[in-house]
């Protein structure tokens, strides 16, 4: 289906297709893909067998045209641009293609160099810059020192470290990787960046002052014997007791009371019949 123009409205109309000679030109023969997903103002537009979709819009408005990656079944292809800002005019239709191309991933480890040695260094941003040495992207290498970079098109590249980086640790970058990829075949494995600490250059070694040098210890002189005291004798006093006789115990003795005559106590006790009460 060919993009068609309307008479009032407008429309955006465009393939997605791998571009295999990087000329962001459809050439006749170049792979379309149908199952590819695109949005149109946020709107999914489905593309037909043969690769096209069709989108009306409203004139002179602006649109914006998006190509969803996720949708992609390669997922080493990506697109060059991955949308555009489209105005269109009544009875126009513009063209909005999609044209992807091949990537490879490049990837390597950073290491620390000591000595004759090297040990993996994680956590260290490594940064992939353009032929003039411009950022284009960053990462940070993992534990073990791995680090890649995915969807990497054709053209001249550079691998290194931040200056603020080198900075922070103390360290110099020994080799800073330069490369060119002219045809995408495969994975670019092995570009191993190496840190060195940075030597100390604030006193030359050759006027280095040496380490004084401590005279060796003596041992303690002995301690004196303490002086031999003669054994306490202890002394065993006994206790005498003095035995106390104690008075034999004497039963108290025996008392006896008067007896009291009956008849004396009878006439002691006054008859209370006999009292007289005066008024």
Known sequence: MQPQQTSSGGAIAGRVFVDENNNGIYDGGEKLLPEAKVRVDRAAVKLDEEG????????????????????????????????????????????????????TIIDGASYFLEGESQREIGNIVIELQDKDSKPLRRVISEIDGYFSFDKVQKGEYWISVPEEVLESLNATLVNKIHI??????????????LLRQKEDLTV???????????????PPPPLPNPPTLPSPVKEEK??????????????????????????????????????????
């Open 52 to 103: 096209y979709f069709v989108a009306p819009v409203a004139p002179y408005g602006i649109s914006k045209v998006e190509i969803n990656e996720s949708s992609l079944s390669d997922p080493l292809l990506t697109p060059k641009e991955k949308g555009y800002r489209v105005q269109t005019r009544p009875g126009d239709t513009v063209v909005a293609d999609f044209p992807l191309v091949h990537t």
């Open 180 to 193: 060119i990829i002219d045809v995408i075949d495969g994975f670019i494995s092995d570009n191993n960046i």
């Open 238 to 279: 006994t206790a005498k007791s003095k035995a106390v006789d104690s008075p034999e115990d004497s039963d108290p003795p025996d008392g006896t009371g008067d007896d009291i005559d009956q008849e004396t106590l009878e006439s002691n006790l006054t008859d209370t019949n006999a009292l007289e009460i005066t008024p």
């Open 204 to 218: 030359p070694p050759a006027f280095a002052a040496p380490l004084p040098t401590l005279p060796p210890s003596l």
